[in-house]
């Protein structure tokens, strides 16, 4: 299994350009999430997707956008790039309704995307 | 809402020595409570996982965290630090499954030699 794999690894924008970050996850979850991660500010939210076909807002989902393709795939877009969305973008997944012992999201290897 | 505070965004320890990383939270119902740790340009992995069980939990890598609702705090410690223990901790709580977690800051732990 490959788990949750993110592409691409690295990306350079101009302000202004859009781009899509991919994600997909072979371990037949349920959930999957978006977050952004910042110096001394942990991880924050940006996206989850609860079930396929369900998107909800996080803590930062202003300037994005995403898609639940599938039960697999789930994408973040930059429709106009900012350089305060320089960041590194993490996508995770998790199971929901299992029981509490089992509980826990797993994480890509994450996006580094610089906005110039 | 939940949130998490770590005390402490650095932390330096010595090889051999003790390990202690600091972790707040609050939260209105009882919380599902994570470890993770990040190494330098890689993902997040689970360290460890409070989901209301034992209290004192164990981990990979010989780290443990002890849940204290009356403190609301899940530290983080291990007897002796290694070299390869030099990374980021984050600390990270939820309040069901299938939410969101709502992570601290992060504590960067170095390792002297």
């Known amino acids: 299994n490959a788990g949750v794999t993110q592409t691409p690894k690295f990306q350079v924008l101009k302000t202004g350009q859009s781009m899509t970050l991919q994600c997909a996850q072979d371990?037949?979850?349920?959930?999957m999430y978006w977050y952004r991660q910042d110096p001394g500010m942990g991880l924050r939210l940006i996206y989850y997707?609860?079930?396929?076909?369900?998107?909800d807002k996080g803590e930062v989902p202003n300037g994005y956008n995403v898609s639940r393709l599938n039960k697999r795939e789930f994408s973040l877009r930059l429709e106009s790039a900012a350089p305060s969305q320089t960041s590194v973008y993490f996508c995770?997944?998790?199971?929901?309704?299992?029981?509490?012992?089992?509980?826990?999201?797993?994480f890509g290897p994450g996006t580094r995307l610089t906005v110039t | 809402a939940q949130s998490v505070t770590q005390l402490g965004s650095h932390v330096s320890v010595s090889e051999g020595a003790l390990v202690l990383l600091r972790c707040n939270y609050s939260?209105?119902?009882?919380?599902?409570l994570f470890w993770y740790v990040q190494y330098p340009n890689q993902g997040l992995q689970l360290l460890l996982k409070?989901?209301?069980?034992?209290?004192l939990v164990k981990g990979i890598n010989g780290f443990e965290a002890e849940f204290k609702k009356s403190e609301t705090s899940f530290h983080l410690t291990k007897p002796s630090a290694h070299m390869s223990d030099a990374a980021e901790y984050f600390c990270?709580?939820?309040?069901?499954?299938?939410?969101?977690?709502?992570f601290g800051g992060g504590t960067r732990l170095m390792v002297k030699p």
């Open positions: 995770a997944s998790s199971e929901v309704g299992r029981d509490r012992a089992s509980y826990e999201q797993y």
């Open positions: 371990m037949n979850h349920n959930s």
């Open positions: 997707s609860a079930s396929e076909g369900t998107t």
């Open positions: 939260s209105s119902v009882p919380p599902y």
């Open positions: 409070y989901t209301s069980a034992a209290t």
């Open positions: 990270a709580v939820s309040v069901d499954a299938g939410n969101m977690l709502t």
